[in-house]
Structures are given as C-alpha cells and as structure tokens.
T-cell receptor, first 111, second 114 residues
C-alpha cells in the first residue's frame, strides 16, 4: 500500500520564524515529489516540485532524500499569509496511478 | 488564461441518488484526474483520463465512473450515493509529455449527501 506520512500539527509559529516540515513515503519507486498548499475549504495549489538536488524558491526550500524516502520543506521568515495546510505529495510514476497525498500539516503563523 | 474549472460548486443530494460532476482542464492540457477529499484527509485518487481513455483508477467502488470528451473536459458520475460520499471532489489537469507530472487543481465541487 502506498503511503505518505506527515505530522498533522498544528504548528504554531511566530511571524518571522523559520519552520520545517517533514514527510516520509513508502514506495521506493516513486518518481516525482511535490509540496502543495491548501487554504481552508479551497483547492490544493502547487507550491513547488521537489528535485533530488534540492531546490529553493524565495523563502521556501525543499529537499529530497531518496535513500531515506524523506522529503522536507523549510519556510524562512514566515508571514501571516503562510498560514495554511501543507500537503506532501508523491507521484509513483507517469501519473497513471494518480498523486498520493499525505494528510497535511497545519501551520498557524501568529503575529 | 483560465485555470481548471468545475461545476457545480456545491451540491446537496439524498442517499440513493445519482450525481454528475463536470470539469474543464486548463487549455492545452489533455489529462484529467479526479480526487475525493473528505474532511481532515488529503485528496484520494479516483480516476485519470488521457485522450478519452481511462489510464488509472484508484480504490473506489464501481458506483464511481467517469469519462472524457473530445474537448478534454470530463464528467465524474457517482451512483447510489451513500452518506460517506460527502466530500470535496477535485479535478486536476496536466499536460503529459512535458517531462513534469505537476497537476493543477480546480476549485472543487462540495457534495453533501443527506
């Protein structure tokens, strides 16, 4: 059974702090990895793809460790607008099996 | 450019009824996937369609069916509705052959079964 595990939180973090989320996946053959952001009662929005070499987009950094089957997301200088649920997502390959989502980590940025 | 669109936005049905949900992908995207998201959970994969053919199916009963039209829009049908079918139904599109597997979601249809 394909699984993606995340700490559901909530993570309560003061504005301006750095916060890190982790996620593990069970299928070693997984090929593509993503972080999506979901606001309350809205659709998931792609935050960033995760590449083996790690990648950065502004205040966001994603890392992939294939040996440990582990994905991380780091948010620096957190903003109030970063409050959301962050979904760790894995594609086993080709898209035909669909994306496998974790349950999400709820982040609350406090002023 | 318009993103993925879905209709209706909200729907209330009673147990045993049938429902049809509709999705239009991003212009140029030929692949459409359907997901079910119940409260407190991540989305669960139901179907993927590409070039009007079913290319993948998740662990859902035969009460769930779908199809894709020549213009790449899609419909999801659910028969004999159960209370447990109450959820947000999400449609996502992507463009195969681009080397990436990123999927883009529509706003969803919130289905309530009473």
């Amino acid at each position: 059974r394909k699984e993606v595990e995340q700490d559901p939180g909530p993570f309560n973090v003061p504005e301006g702090a750095t916060v890190a989320f982790n996620c593990t996946y069970s299928n070693s053959a997984s090929q593509s990895f993503f972080w999506y952001r979901q606001d309350c009662r809205k659709e998931p929005k792609l935050l960033m793809s995760v590449y083996s070499s790690g990648n950065e987009d502004g205040r966001f950094t994603a890392q992939l460790n294939r040996a440990s089957q582990y994905i991380s997301l780091l948010i620096r200088d957190s903003k109030l607008s970063d409050s959301a649920t962050y979904l760790c997502v894995v594609d086993e390959g080709g898209g035909a099996d669909g994306l496998t989502f974790g349950k999400g980590t709820h982040l609350i940025i406090q002023p | 450019d318009a993103g993925v669109t879905q209709s209706p936005t909200h729907l209330i049905k009673t147990r045993g009824q049938q429902v049809t949900l509709r999705c239009s992908p991003i212009s140029g995207h030929k692949s459409v996937s359907w997901y079910q998201q119940v409260l407190g959970q991540g989305p669960q994969f139901i179907f993927q369609y590409y070039e009007k053919e079913e290319r993948g199916r998740g662990n859902f009963p035969d009460r769930f069916s779908a199809r894709q039209f020549p213009n790449y829009s899609s419909e999801l049908n659910v028969n004999a509705l159960l209370l447990g079918d109450s959820a947000l139904y999400l449609c996502a599109s992507r463009q195969p052959g681009t080397g990436t597997y990123e999927q883009y979601f529509g706003p969803g249809t919130r289905l309530t079964v009473t």
